[in-house]
């Protein structure tokens, strides 16, 4: 069955820095764009950060931008989030998901991790 693990979260002090993993199984995601989104407590999930199949192309929410880097290994089946200068309001509950096409709308997306935590203390 198609499985998407995230993996990598945890508690960390403004400024420091996170690197999220997703692996994903079940499928080769041939084609597929990976997306990071996340989910602070009564808020919306949002968009993240994405990243087209060949790892060519790259789109990052304006409040992660210059902070957060997206990357993938399609050998392997992986995406990555490199989180840096984590400020608290970076605190969510962080997902990976996959999508036929680059978007940032997160019902483009048809395959969904079951989420990692990240905490960000002042």
Known sequence: ???????????????????????????????????????????????????????????YADSVKGRFTISRDTTKNTVFLQMNELKPEDTAVYYCAAAPSMTRRSLGYDYWGQGTQVTVSS
């Open 1 to 59: 069955q198609v499985q998407l693990v995230e993996s990598g979260g945890g508690l960390v002090q403004a400024g420091g820095s996170l690197r999220l993993s997703c692996a994903a199984s079940g499928r080769a995601f041939n084609n597929y764009a990976m997306g990071w989104f996340r989910q602070a407590p009564g808020k919306e999930r949002e968009f993240v950060s994405f990243i087209n199949w060949s790892g060519g192309i790259t789109d």
